[in-house]
Each structure stands twice: as structure tokens, then as C-alpha cells.
């Protein structure tokens, strides 16, 4: 699996953007997707994932409410939109796939993208 993340940018606080995943080498709809966040001097973390049918979602705490991911699997395609963005959301934004049903730790993931930057600037 090939993942590519797009859509990344600067942004003002409060502002909005929608980061893209294209997957290719494979058709998605046997993966739970997932996206993470890394910010300088700090370790990747779990943002949110969706399982493999869209029927479920799973979000950290400090997105809830402000972000949502989805999917289309016919297009190989897994997003996440960011509204009311904050500076401590500035990160290298990745996605990555996995077999995992939990789909919630770094560890599960076994493929993931190059990652896009989301800057937040106050």
C-alpha cells in the first residue's frame, strides 16, 4: 500500500482545512485508516481513524467535536477535515492503514504516507 497525504497548509486560528490520503497498490476497504500528528520535539500521536466500512470512528480527545475523518473507498481515498483549527494543532499530519481492528496506536500501523504540515498561526 502507497499512501500520499495532501492538503496541508498555513492557516489562522479558527480556520479550516481538509487533508487528503490516496492510496494505491491496493483497495482500502480491508483497512481500518487512521491519521496521526507529529509536532517538532514531540512523538507521533493518534488524531483519528475509521474503520474499514465507514461505520465507525474513533477521535483523541482534543479533536472531538472539531475534526472528522472519512472515506470513500471506491475512489481509495481517506480525509480528515480540521474546522476551528488551534496552534497547538500545528504537525506533520500522516495517514497510515492497518489490519488492526483497534486502529487507535502507532504500533498497529504498518503503512503510512509522507505526511503533510498543518500550520496554525495565532
Known amino acids: 500500500v502507497q499512501l500520499q497525504a495532501s492538503g496541508g497548509g498555513l492557516v489562522q486560528a479558527g480556520g479550516s482545512l481538509r487533508l487528503s490520503c490516496a492510496a494505491s497498490g491496493v483497495t482500502l476497504n480491508r483497512y481500518v485508516m487512521g491519521w496521526f500528528r507529529q509536532a517538532p520535539g514531540k512523538e507521533r500521536e493518534f488524531v483519528a481513524s475509521i474503520t474499514w466500512s465507514g461505520s465507525i470512528t474513533a477521535y483523541v480527545g482534543s479533536v472531538k467535536g472539531r475534526f472528522t475523518i472519512s472515506r470513500d473507498n471506491a475512489k481509495n481515498m481517506v480525509y480528515l477535515q480540521l474546522n476551528n483549527l488551534k496552534p497547538e494543532d500545528t504537525a506533520v499530519y500522516y495517514c497510515?492503514?492497518?489490519?488492526?481492528?483497534?486502529?487507535?496506536?502507532?504500533?498497529?500501523?504498518?503503512?503510512w504516507g509522507q505526511g503533510t504540515l498543518v500550520t496554525v498561526s495565532s
Open positions: 497510515g492503514s492497518t489490519i488492526s481492528p483497534g486502529g487507535t496506536r502507532t504500533s498497529e500501523y504498518t503503512n
